[in-house]
T-cell receptor, first 111, second 108 residues
Framework: EAGVTQSPTHLIKTRGQQATLRCSPI?????VYWYQQALGLGLQFLLW???????NRGNFPPRFSGRQFPNYSSELNVNALELEDSALYLC??????????FGDGTRLSIL | GQQVMQIPQYQHVQEGEDFTTYCNSS?????IQWYKQRPGGHPVFLIQ?????EVKKQKRLTFQFGEAKKNSSLHITATQTTDVGTYFC????????FGTGTSLTVIP
């Protein structure tokens, strides 16, 4: 069974630019979660999508947004990038409130 | 709020010593999950606890859920270098709140 896949692995942007991160969940999982993990810190909840709808979002500004497609894959968009957005962005998928399966993440670096 | 606090933030142990991390919530938890993140890796699910006072074991790891369902602990007996990583607890609900994590270093 293929795990959660994320692309790209690394992304380098400059301040003010926009970034798009992608996630493909495990087959059969309808929920996708996005987390931000700054270097040496814990996981901060960003967004939760289920069945194509945004179910909840964490305490992040509106320039963090995303969507979930009919095939349950998901995109995370970050507009007007700031230096402090540099982090590892992790995607996880699950079925309902079952344990989450994480991808390897996208390392976003803002120069 | 709905955050879960973990202590300690860091723990260094000699190989063979025991290790415990604690997770505390100000509100009652419906369940709690534990994850392990190896350095450079992603979190991997370890276990879920649901019942008040529940105790589960996985080899050298013992997980407990408090009677009031407001706290949980993970205890590792006789640590090994393979136990190195950050251990997170997480509460489920409308949002997944991960604890602040405990980073474990095992000194050979």
């Amino acid at each position: 069974e293929a795990g959660v896949t994320q692309s790209p692995t690394h992304l380098i942007k400059t301040r003010g630019q926009q970034a798009t991160l992608r996630c493909s969940p495990i087959s059969g999982h309808t929920s996708v979660y996005w987390y931000q993990q700054a270097l040496g810190l814990g996981l901060q909840f960003l967004l939760w999508y289920d069945e194509g709808e945004e179910r909840n979002r964490g305490n992040f500004p509106p320039r963090f947004s995303g969507r979930q497609f009919p095939n349950y894959s998901s995109e995370l968009n970050v507009n007007a990038l700031e230096l402090e957005d540099s982090a590892l962005y992790l995607c996880a998928s699950s079925s309902g409130y079952q344990p989450q399966h994480f991808g390897d993440g996208t390392r976003l670096s803002i120069l | 709020g709905q955050q879960v606090m973990q202590i300690p933030q860091y723990q260094h142990v000699q190989e063979g010593e025991d290790f415990t991390t604690y997770c505390n919530s100000s509100t009652t938890l419906s369940n709690i999950q534990w994850y392990k993140q190896r350095p450079g890796g992603h979190p991997v699910f370890l276990i879920q606890l649901v019942k008040s006072g529940e105790v589960k074991k996985q080899k050298r790891l013992t997980f407990q859920f408090g009677e009031a369902k407001k706290n949980s602990s993970l205890h590792i007996t006789a640590t090994q270098t393979t136990d190195v990583g950050t251990y997170f607890c997480a509460r489920t609900g409308n949002q997944f709140y991960f604890g602040t994590g405990t980073s474990l270093t095992v000194i050979p």
